[in-house]
């Protein structure tokens, strides 16, 4: 069994930037891939970035150039690189662990872009 800590997050102001971690203990070698999500209120989990079992990225189009997706060899931790940060990037921020046994996801963190 999986479990994911995410850390990082909080205030800051616009063209600033941020750094959110996510840690998995447990059974690593179950773990594939990794990704972030982010969601506002009264919309749905929107994804951010994503990096493959492989090591492919990819990244929705509103982030692309600002954000960066990275993780250890382990794949024990996986981190956003936020860039640049803009107001509308204001959300909460979701770790998923995708392993063979299904999905796990972090408890969320906050960011909040804003002057």
């Known amino acids: 069994q999986v479990e994911v800590v995410q850390s990082g997050g909080g205030l800051v102001q616009p063209g600033g930037s941020l750094r959110l971690s996510c840690a998995a203990s447990g059974t690593i070698s179950d773990i594939l891939a990794q990704a972030w999500y982010r969601q506002t209120p009264g919309k749905e989990r929107e994804l951010v970035a994503a990096?493959?079992?492989?090591?492919?990225?990819n990244y929705v189009h509103s982030v692309k150039g600002r954000f960066t997706i990275s993780r250890n060899i382990a794949k024990t931790l996986v981190y956003l690189q936020m860039n640049s940060l803009k107001p509308e990037d204001t959300a909460v921020y979701y770790c998923?662990?995708?392993?063979?046994?299904?999905?796990?996801w972090g408890q969320g963190t906050q960011v909040t872009v804003s002057s």
């Open positions: 990096i493959t079992d492989g090591g492919s990225t």
């Open positions: 998923k662990v995708s392993t063979i046994r299904g999905p796990i």
